[in-house]
C-alpha cells in the first residue's frame, strides 16, 4: 500500500492533498495542524526548521532564514548561505521544505508516498522544471508528473463542479510571490490553456513590502529607524502580513513593534492599506489585458473568473476585477488548496496510466524519466478525469544576423502561447557567406526582436558542407509535452540535417551526480523527525 499526493510547492505557501478511497480531494494538513505550509526554511538550530515554526523564529535570526528558494530555481549561481557558512542551492532549499511534506504526510497518512504530482508556475521555462524535479528528487519523492499551477486548479473547478458545454475561464491567481493569469478552454473532459501570462515578481509579499515602508515612513516621525535594527525589520515583515490579513477582514489595524528598545506603534486603516496598495492592484490589472489580447478574446467571451492563490481575499480586488470586466470573480474554488487538489486528481490520473502502460514517459530528447512501479489499486476510480493542453510560456527563437541593418536580430519562431506538443518549422534562412564551414545557432527564449530582451538558452556550431553558395536553411522548433525544446537545423540544398542545438541544461541545473549528492546531504538532515 502506498499513496499518491499532489504537491502544491509555493512560493510562499505549499499544500499536499490525495484523492480518498471515495474519490474525494482531502488536504493533508502538517504537523502543525495547518493545511498550508509556509515555505520557509531557518537554519542554525540542530537542524533546519520548515514552515511557520521558522518563520516565526526568523524575527530572532533573520540571517539564517530563506523565503525565497522558488525565484531562484534552475538558477545555478544561486546559492544561500547559512551563517555557518553552509550554502545551499534553491533545489537543496526546496528539497528541505518538500521534506518536511513528505514526512508530515506520511505520519498523518500512517503509509508512504509513492508519488507526488508536483505543480510548477506556468511561465516556469526548462531549467526550472527540471530543478523542481531535481527537488524533488532530492526529497526522495518520486515524481509523476510536473503540471502548470493554473492546469491544477481548473482540473479541481472542473472534476468539482459540472461544466457542461466548454467555457472559457479565467484563472486570476495572486499568491505570495507571483501573479499568474490563464485563460482557459474547460469542458467536462478537456482542459485547454489557450494562453497565460504573469508578473513573477508581484504578490502578497509586495503588500506586506507597501506596508512595511508605509510603518517605516511613519516611524521617522517618531525619530526612529527601523532599518537599523534587523530584527525589528524581520518582525515588521511578519507583523505587515498578519495586518495585512486582518484588513481583509477588518476596517483597522495595528502594528506595534521594539526599534531599538523603543515602542512603535502604528494604525492602519483599510482605505490607507488600499491606497498603499493601488499600482501593484493596477498592475495585476494590465497582465489581465495583456493575457485577454493575447488570447485575441474580449472580457465578454470569458465565461467565469475564477480566483486561485491567498492574496486574491484582499476585498477590493475582487471589486476591481469585476469593474474591469464586468464579470464578478468566483469563488468556486480554494484558493489555497485548488492547486494542490487539482495535482492530486491528476496523480490518480497518471497512475492509472501508468499501471497500464499508456503513460508517455518518454520524451523525445532520449532522456527518459524515471520508471516508477505504481499500484494502481492504491488509487480510487474517479467518475471524470481531465485530459488537457498546455501551451508555451515563452516564444522560442534564433539569433539572425540581418546584414542590410548589419545587427543582430532574434527571429522567434514559435511564438509564445502556442499548444504544445508542437513543431514549427521556418525557412529563409541561410548561412552568410561562401565556403562557410560551419553555423553558429543559438537559441532565444523570449517574445522581442531585441536582442536584449531574450534569454539564451543554448547555443551550438553545426558543420555545413562548405560550397561556393550560400545554402538555404530550414530551422525546427519543437516541445515536447513537458514544455522542453528541441531545435535543429536542416542544409535545404542537400536534405541534410545539420543536427541538433542542445538546451544546455548544465548551465542551469545540477547534474545527476549533484543531485544525489544533494539527496545524500538532504536525507542526513533527517528534517521529519
Ligand atoms: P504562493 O502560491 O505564491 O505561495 P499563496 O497562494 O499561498 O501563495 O498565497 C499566499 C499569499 O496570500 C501570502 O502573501 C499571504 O499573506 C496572502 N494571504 C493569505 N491570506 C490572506 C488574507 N486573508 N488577506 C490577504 N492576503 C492573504
Ligand atoms: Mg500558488
Redesign the pocket.
Known sequence: MGKYVGI?L?????AVAYIDEKGNPIIIPNKQGEN?TP?TVLFGGKKPVVGSVAKRKSITDPKNYEAFAKRHMGEKTYNFTAKDGETYRAEEISAIILSKLKSDSEEFLGEKIEGAVITVPAYFGDPQRQATRDAATAAGLKVLDIINEPTAAAIAFGISKNVGKAQKVMIYDF????FDVSILDIDDNSIKVIATNGDHQL???D??KAIVDYVKEEAKEQGLDVDSDIKALQNLMIQA?TA??EL?SDDSTEISIYVKGEDLTVELDRETFEDLIETILDTTIGVMQRTIDEANLEYSDIDKILL????T??PIIQSLIEEETGIKPSSEVH??EAVAIGAAYHAVDVVKQMASGEFDTSSSTGDEKEKIDVNSDDVPDLEKNYSFKDVTSHGIGIVVYNSDEDRLYNSVIMEKNTEIPAEVVQEGYSTSAPYQECIHLQVTQGESDNLDYVTMIGDAELKVRPRENIVPLRVIVSCDRDAIIHVRAIDMDENIDLGEVSINREKHNMTEEEVRAAATRINKLNIGD
Open positions: 502544491d509555493g512560493t510562499t505557501f505549499s498550508i515555505s499568491g505570495g510571490g507571483t504578490g502578497g509579499y503588500i506586506d502580513e495585512k490579513k481583509s486561485v492563490g491567498g492574496s481575499r484582499i484558493p489555497d
